[in-house]
T-cell receptor, first 110, second 112 residues
Framework: GQNIDQPTEMTATEGAIVQINCTYQTSGFNGLFWYQQHAGEAPTFLSYNVLDGLEEKGRFSSFLSRSKGYSYLLLKELQMKDSASYLCAVREAAGNKLTFGGGTRVLVKP | DAMVIQNPRYQVTQFGKPVTLSCSQTLNHNVMYWYQQKSSQAPKLLFHYYDKDFNNEADTPDNFQSRRPNTSFCFLDIRSPGLGDAAMYLC???????????FGQGTRLTVV
């Protein structure tokens, strides 16, 4: 089985940086994904990590440590439109099961 | 162009009346997922397919069934919807392995 934990909510100021942590326990690991979801909309893919280290994509970066069962999503130069839920998801090694954490609601204030 | 299409976007059904939600994809992906998402909660996996190979989550109620007649289409059947089944239902597809999942726009189900 899988257990994925994220903080429920975070608040940050426009232009600042926010780091969203995700810890996981899984019986097998085949990658960790971050998704953004605005209220009432479908999740959209942000990043993917399967090896340890940092993946950078513009204002968004994601980090993975497999030995620690830990990832974070870093959002830089926050904009008001970044207010959304951010979902951490883990794919199991066996099969293609993709399980989501509870999501972190980020509120960006002016 | 939409690649994962869910119909309808909004569905109202009566308590106990069977309802079917549909999902189609133009990506030719092997894996298709159905998730249930309630307000302010994470998507909860109900089932997934790898081609025709069906995987049911242990805690998915028997009231929920799924069919995948071909690569492009997948259906979610709710045999006797209860008030607690009101939610957003999300379909997603993936090539499998390390590739990301692409989501449809979801079907918001209301049970009256």
């Amino acid at each position: 089985g899988q257990n994925i934990d994220q903080p429920t909510e975070m608040t940050a100021t426009e232009g600042a940086i926010v780091q969203i942590n995700c810890t996981y326990q899984t019986s097998g690991f085949n990658g960790l994904f971050w998704y953004q979801q605005h209220a009432g909309e479908a999740p959209t893919f942000l990043s993917y990590n399967v090896l340890d280290g940092l993946e950078e994509k513009g204002r968004f970066s994601s980090f993975l440590s497999r030995s620690k069962g830990y990832s974070y999503l870093l959002l830089k130069e926050l904009q008001m439109k970044d207010s959304a839920s951010y979902l951490c998801a883990v794919r199991e090694a066996a099969g293609n099961k993709l399980t989501f954490g509870g999501g972190t609601r980020v509120l960006v204030k002016p | 162009d939409a690649m994962v299409i869910q119909n309808p976007r909004y569905q109202v059904t009566q308590f106990g009346k069977p309802v079917t939600l549909s999902c189609s994809q133009t990506l030719n992906h092997n894996v298709m997922y159905w998730y249930q998402q309630k307000s302010s909660q994470a998507p909860k996996l109900l089932f997934h397919y790898y081609d025709k190979d069906f995987n049911n989550e242990a805690d998915t109620p028997d009231n929920f069934q799924s069919r995948r007649p071909n690569t492009s289409f997948c259906f979610l059947d709710i045999r006797s919807p209860g008030l607690g089944d009101a939610a957003m239902y999300l379909c997603a597809t993936s090539r499998g392995g390390g590739s990301e999942a692409f989501f449809g726009q979801g079907t918001r189900l209301t049970v009256v």
